[in-house]
């Protein structure tokens, strides 16, 4: 590792470990036996178990995405990686049941605070399991089921089979077939028809061991006429070899509901981040995502929306941020099944030495969906020469009657803006931390104001060092 | 005794190999207020600028003095912390930054240290309220579509907070209606007893709401004449063609 590599590393403030104390960890590598000694462990019904097998053979047999940075793919080595690490027996009610290591972790990140302050319920995933979770009691008491995935599987077999894989099923690409062959935590959320859930639910993922892989799933329907924010934050240890996360999420937005999906991932930069999001939208419903992408080594994740419900509408709000030696490969996809739908995608990138930002979409219009309108607006900030940015757009527009917008704009941070910040006594590096966090404004303004805090100080963290 | 702001010496600078100001000479104490008129391209808002420390311009020759200590080795944001305080012609847009926020962090750079919540509301409040600034000025982004009229009232507001021992301000007149030039007027007014000004500009209305103490005349990259207020006047009267004679 050369000395700006270690730099970056030492930037990280999430790159802390603690001392791994698992109760189980399996050998590294994937085998069909893997796959069954997870399903087996956690004593799941036969059918998931042989979904479980069925999209082990289709990940085994299916090629490498084309649609994003493959090159980089080709790096990953399966071999070396664990697929299941159980840190703590049971999952706690309590932050005080929590081992105290772990516990300690959470506490630096600052997840109790956060609970006791602005949330409607918490679950903490530590390695491949949830380690606390917690929901207010008027949310359980109006129907809202918020777990985490293998909790759910056991208490509400029937409503997870209704629907787990129907959104992204297993051979939707090799990482959701593996996800879906080894996947373990994350959350599973219902909520009943007409209750509004205030306050956001937030999930809190962290990968501690050395070359983990992290394969969280995550179903959340939200039923006819009610509304949910979920909001999840992302953190690892640097170390000098890779991890993987990849995770599913699938969103179930029914007739009126309403789902925004905030994400802030800030993976150390040892981490591929390979995720597949996707949300189907019935008649009226709204789908957001608001996707922040800080960390990671290589990201690739494309939040979709598949608007099948006249009058459905997507949002699709991004932040990526490409330091030294990370690429974002990120966007989004809508498609526009139905008459009268409208999405909007707005992304917006900053690279920043040597990094590479790429904003990769896809637009579809089918033929019946008369009376569609999309804007995309895509804006990349190149913070010096060495860096990168590019724009993949793709539309497959079926139907004459759609009305699209799309705009893109690359730009540089002038002189004439740094002079003026200077002279108000910004030095250089806190007048780049001020231009980056307000490129990123249109995105702040969306998340939880405690979020949004923490990502502006993030920003100008990163900022630090950044000049020369 | 004389409480010396700022001191050029022989003044020589370059942009990209061309020389624009060639051998200039001027000292501003405390209290006082220096006019520096001159066509266009005669190098004035070069001088405002490098003084600053903008780093598209080079010193070839003479040194610049704030407060008794030469300025070379001193970065703009320095120079700021330290006192010093332009007002732009063209100020940057600055976006997704909000006004409020801008201030505040400015302020505290500047003065070293967090302002109080309240005390910098209250303090933030009366000179908006002096400026006939509306209050809806501090969640707009910096700059982001203002009229030539609210930038230089934003100026204005920032040197209020700042309070600078140097103020430096290049053609914050232009293109004001009269309101806003009483209203900028008054606030350099009010900075002016306990700074020393530097004002650039073209037109003598200014100078019918702000009396300055010393007048130049700027051509070719020097002064070539210094005055009273009646300089102003005979500038504006007579043109600069006069002063091109050589003496």
């Known amino acids: 590792m050369n000395d700006d590599a270690l730099e970056a590393v030492g930037d990280y403030r999430y790159g802390f470990h603690d001392p791994e104390n698992a109760t189980i960890r399996f050998d590294k590598g994937l085998s069909e036996q893997v796959v069954r000694d997870i399903s087996a462990l956690k004593d799941e019904p036969q059918w998931m178990t042989d979904l479980r097998v069925k999209a082990y053979r289709h990940f085994e047999a299916r090629a490498m995405p084309d649609w994003g940075n493959c090159n980089l793919l080709d790096s990953i080595n399966f071999e070396n990686i664990t697929y299941f690490l159980r840190s703590s027996d049971k999952t706690e009610k309590d932050w005080d049941n929590v081992p105290d290591d772990i516990k300690n972790t959470f506490n630096r990140l600052g997840i109790p605070e956060a609970e006791q302050k602005w ?50 099923p297993h051979s939707d690409n090799k990482f959701s077939a593996l996800n879906t062959a080894v996947w373990s935590g994350g959350s599973f959320i219902y909520v009943p028809k007409n209750v509004q859930v205030e306050m956001p639910v937030q999930a809190y993922f962290r990968i501690n061991a050395k ?23 992302c953190t690892a240890p640097s170390y000098s070899t890779d991890s993987l996360h990849s995770a599913v999420v699938e969103l179930i937005a029914m007739e009126g509901a309403k789902i925004r999906y905030s994400t802030v ?51 699709v709000i991004s932040v990526a941020y490409a330091g030294e030696g990370q690429h974002q490969d990120t966007g989004a996809k809508v498609h526009h099944l139905a008459p009268n739908t409208t999405s909007n995608i707005l992304s917006k990138s900053i690279s920043k030495k040597g990094g590479r930002s790429s904003y990769r979409g896809m637009l579809q219009v089918m033929p019946k969906a008369t009376g569609c309108r999309s804007k995309v607006v895509c804006d990349a900030l190149i913070l010096d020469d060495s860096s990168r940015s590019d724009t993949y757009p793709t539309m497959e527009i079926g139907n004459a009657t759609a009305d699209l917008e799309h705009e893109a704009s690359v730009s540089k941070v002038s ?54 | 005794m004389k409480d010396e702001m700022l001191r050029v010496e022989n003044l020589h600078v370059s942009v990209e190999g061309t020389a624009i100001i060639k051998g200039l000479d001027l000292t501003i104490n405390r209290g006082e207020i ?78 070293d240290e967090a302002p109080k919540g309240r005390a910098f509301r209250k303090e933030l409040t009366e000179a908006m309220s002096q400026l006939e600034m509306d209050k809806s000025f501090l969640s707009r982004y910096v700059n982001e579509g203002f009229s030539g009229g609210e930038k230089k009232r934003l100026e204005i507001l920032q040197m209020l907070l700042l309070k600078p021992s140097l103020a430096l301000l290049d053609e914050t007149d232009s293109g004001l209606d ?37 007048v130049h005349a700027m051509i070719d990259g020097t002064i070539v004449k210094t005055g009273g207020p009646e300089l102003a006047l005979e500038l504006e009267e007579r043109g600069y063609d006069w002063l091109d004679m050589p003496a």
């Open chain 1, 119 to 168: 949330l409607g319920g918490v679950t903490a995933q530590y390695e491949s399991e949830a380690v606390y979770h917690s929901i207010r009691e008027d949310l359980e008491e109006q129907g809202v089921i918020f777990l985490d995935m293998d909790t759910g599987l056991k208490t509400h077999p029937e409503l997870v089979k209704k629907f787990f894989g129907t959104v992204i």
């Open chain 1, 415 to 468: 002189s004439d803006q740094l002079f003026y910040l200077m002279s108000r006594g910004f030095s250089e590096e806190e007048a780049m931390g001020l231009i980056v966090n307000g490129f990123f404004e249109p995105f702040t303004r969306e998340l939880p104001m405690e979020y949004a805090v923490e990502l502006n100080k993030l920003l100008e963290l990163e900022m630090e060092g950044s000049i020369g």
């Open chain 1, 265 to 315: 991932q800030n993976w150390s930069s040892n981490v591929y981040n390979l995720v597949t999001k996707r949300a189907v939208a019935y008649k009226n419903a709204t789908v957001e995502w608001v996707d922040g992408n800080i960390g990671s080594k290589l990201t690739m994740k494309y939040p979709s929306v598949l608007l099948k419900g006249e009058g459905a509408h997507a949002e």
């Open chain 1, 211 to 233: 070359n983990m892989g992290q394969f969280e799933r995550t179903l959340i329907i939200v039923d006819e006429g009610s509304t949910l924010h979920y909001v999840e934050g």
């Open chain 2, 34 to 111: 220096h006019v520096i008129m001159g066509r266009n391209g005669a190098g004035k808002s070069t001088l405002a600028n490098v003084v600053m420390g903008h780093p598209a311009y080079e010193i070839t020759e003479g040194s610049i003095f704030f407060q008794g200590q030469p300025l070379e080795e001193l970065a703009v944001f320095e120079r700021a912390r330290a006192g010093m305080f332009l007002s732009f012609q063209y100020p940057a847009v600055i976006p997704g930054v909000q006004v409020g926020t801008f201030l505040k962090k400015s302020v505290a750079s500047v003065r």
């Open chain 2, 178 to 214: 009269i309101d806003a030039l009483r209203i900028v007027s008054k606030g350099i007014n009010q900075i002016a007893p306990q700074a020393g000004c530097l004002i650039i500009t073209h037109y003598q209305r200014l100078l019918d709401h702000v009396k300055p103490h010393f």
